[in-house]
């Protein structure tokens, strides 16, 4: 008989490091995220987000010249080959946005002269033609669930501006696209969160950089990551609709019925994400713009109600993360709750493309290798590591797995 062999085990991979990245760094403890050397507080304030995937693609900021290029390159991109849109036009409308965009990503390969070069250049001129489509499949998508036309982009507005043409039929003002252009600033990359992961993961067995992608937006829809800040917003949404007054009571009753406060806690930050900081201010700056402060009023008392009750609990380090104000952010913008993980895919795609990038040439740890874990099993059937196979007319029902 085969003996079973006990493995070193770490669940969730947490605080194992993988791989080396030049990407981006984290530190948890001290709220910090740097991309290519450059702090997110930095390029919120002074950045575009076209200069920041340039950044996260080439490694260092453009010069004007190569910035005016990549811009229109992006441009060029970012109309969806007819096919991709007379495709989506026969999805039942009812398809969650995120499985909508994933399923267009294979679709677009499709439409990639270079798919298969794997050279450094075609993969670049991958990257930027994920980065021009994606936030044109999820406006595209959008429309389409309601019955309405596809929009053409409009060239004379900023990457952040069209995407919310392109989403709602109407030119916003440069403030208004300036707050989205720092929410995909904000989102673009994030280390080996479970995304970028899956992406690398799925690249390191030399599948193509739209395999890896698709993997990446499957990964975020979950509510654990990218499908948080929709989860925020149906919980402020509830608060209203249910009349909540007491938000410490309410948040104390959820702990207590062992529920997650969503859009705080994080894998990683151990204090506030430098993000939610960032956010929280463009929430507050749009609500007094919109008459609509009640949602970053809202967001701010559960975050005091959830810090108060959690550290009543000894949980100190549970604090908004990157969903809590964004959710808001996205609620006065315009957007549905359903769409507000796609917002974050038509950011994370640059991180992403980065990553896989780095992943396909070893830039940061030598020659690639392909992931492959080990899991211990602990299969237990028949008192023994193999069991008899008994042929179907002897075989009494075992019961389904609890
Ligand atoms: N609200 C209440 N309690 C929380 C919490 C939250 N948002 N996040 C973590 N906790 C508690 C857990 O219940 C657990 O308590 P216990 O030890 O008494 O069982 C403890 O903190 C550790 O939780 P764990 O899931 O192991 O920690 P983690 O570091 O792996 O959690 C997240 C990271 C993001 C999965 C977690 O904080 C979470 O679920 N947050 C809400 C979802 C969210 O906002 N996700 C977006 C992340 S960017």
Same mark, same amino acid.
């Given at each position: 008989?085969?003996?079973?062999?006990?493995?070193?085990?770490?669940?969730?991979?947490?605080?194992?490091?993988?791989?080396?990245?030049?990407?981006?760094?984290?530190?948890?403890?001290?709220?910090?995220?740097?991309?290519?050397?450059?702090?997110?507080?930095?390029?919120?304030? #002074?950045?575009?987000?076209?200069? !920041?995937?340039?950044?996260?693609?080439?490694? #260092?900021?453009? !010069?004007?010249?190569?910035?005016?290029?990549?811009?229109?390159?992006?441009?060029?991109?970012?109309?969806?080959?007819?096919?991709?849109?007379?495709?989506?036009?026969?999805?039942?409308?009812?398809?969650?946005?995120?499985?909508?965009?994933?399923?267009?990503?294979?679709?677009?390969?499709?439409?990639?002269?270079?798919?298969?070069?794997?050279?450094?250049?075609?993969?670049?001129?991958?990257?930027?033609?994920?980065?021009?489509?994606?936030?044109?499949?999820?406006?595209?998508? +959008?429309?389409?669930?309601?019955?309405?036309?596809?929009?053409?982009?409009?060239?004379?507005?900023?990457?952040?501006?069209?995407?919310?043409?392109?989403?709602?039929?109407?030119?916003?003002?440069?403030? !208004?696209?300036?707050?989205?252009?720092?929410?995909?600033?904000? +989102?673009?990359?994030?280390?080996? #969160?479970?995304?970028?992961?899956?992406?690398?993961?799925?690249?390191?067995?030399?599948?193509?950089?739209?395999?890896?992608?698709?993997?990446?937006?499957?990964?975020?829809?979950?509510?654990? +990551?990218?499908?948080?800040?929709?989860?925020?917003?149906?919980?402020?949404?509830?608060?209203?609709?249910?009349?909540?007054?007491?938000?410490?009571?309410?948040?104390?009753?959820?702990?207590?019925?062992?529920?997650?406060?969503?859009?705080?806690?994080?894998?990683?930050?151990?204090?506030?994400?430098?993000?939610?900081?960032?956010?929280?201010?463009?929430?507050?700056?749009?609500?007094?713009?919109?008459?609509?402060?009640?949602?970053?009023?809202?967001?701010?008392?559960?975050?005091?109600?959830?810090?108060?009750?959690?550290?009543?609990?000894?949980?100190?380090?549970?604090?908004?993360?990157?969903?809590?104000?964004?959710?808001?952010?996205?609620?006065?913008?315009?957007?549905?709750?359903?769409?507000?993980?796609?917002?974050?895919?038509?950011?994370?795609?640059?991180?992403?493309?980065?990553?896989?990038?780095?992943?396909?040439?070893?830039?940061?740890?030598?020659?690639?290798?392909?992931?492959?874990?080990?899991?211990?099993?602990?299969?237990?059937?028949?008192?023994?590591?193999?069991?008899?196979?008994?042929?179907?007319?002897?075989?009494?029902?075992?019961?389904?797995?609890?």
């Amino acid at each position: 008989m085969t003996e079973r062999t006990v493995r070193t085990k770490n669940i969730g991979l947490r605080g194992i490091a993988v791989a080396d990245t030049k990407i981006s760094y984290i530190d948890g403890e001290r709220g910090v995220l740097i991309y290519r050397g450059y702090r997110i507080e930095d390029l919120a304030e #002074n950045s575009t987000f076209p200069e !920041t995937a340039y950044l996260l693609f080439y490694e #260092n900021l453009p !010069t004007p010249e190569q910035l005016t290029a990549f811009e229109a390159d992006l441009r060029a991109a970012r109309t969806l080959p007819d096919f991709v849109v007379e495709s989506m036009q026969r999805w039942p409308r009812s398809a969650h946005p995120m499985d909508a965009l994933q399923a267009a990503v294979p679709l677009l390969a499709m439409a990639d002269p270079e798919l298969f070069d794997e050279s450094r250049p075609a993969n670049l001129k991958k990257a930027l033609r994920l980065t021009a489509r994606i936030p044109a499949v999820v406006a595209a998508w +959008h429309r389409i669930r309601q019955g309405l036309d596809v929009l053409p982009p409009n060239d004379t507005l900023t990457h952040a501006g069209n995407f919310l043409w392109q989403t709602f039929g109407v030119v916003p003002d440069a403030e !208004t696209a300036r707050v989205m252009d720092i929410c995909l600033i904000l +989102h673009a990359d994030h280390t080996f #969160n479970a995304s970028t992961f899956a992406c690398r993961e799925v690249v390191s067995t030399r599948a193509h950089m739209y395999a890896g992608v698709a993997a990446g937006v499957g990964a975020l829809s979950g509510e654990l +990551h990218g499908g948080a800040n929709a989860r925020v917003m149906e919980m402020l949404q509830n608060l209203v609709e249910d009349r909540v007054t007491d938000i410490q009571a309410w948040v104390r009753d959820r702990l207590e019925r062992k529920e997650r406060i969503m859009g705080m806690g994080h894998a990683v930050y151990k204090t506030m994400d430098p993000r939610a900081k960032i956010l929280k201010k463009l929430a507050f700056q749009l609500g007094e713009k919109t008459g609509l402060r009640i949602w970053p009023e809202l967001t701010e008392a559960v975050e005091k109600a959830a810090m108060a009750e959690l550290s009543a609990r000894g949980k100190t380090d549970i604090q908004p993360n990157v969903d809590f104000y964004s959710a808001s952010v996205y609620h006065i913008l315009g957007f549905p709750g359903d769409l507000m993980t796609c917002i974050f895919a038509a950011s994370r795609i640059a991180g992403w493309c980065a990553h896989i990038i780095e992943e396909k040439y070893g830039d940061a740890q030598g020659k690639p290798a392909l992931y492959r874990p080990q899991a211990e099993y602990v299969g237990d059937y028949c008192g023994k590591l193999d069991c008899e196979y008994i042929p179907p007319e002897k075989r009494r029902d075992a019961g389904a797995p609890a």
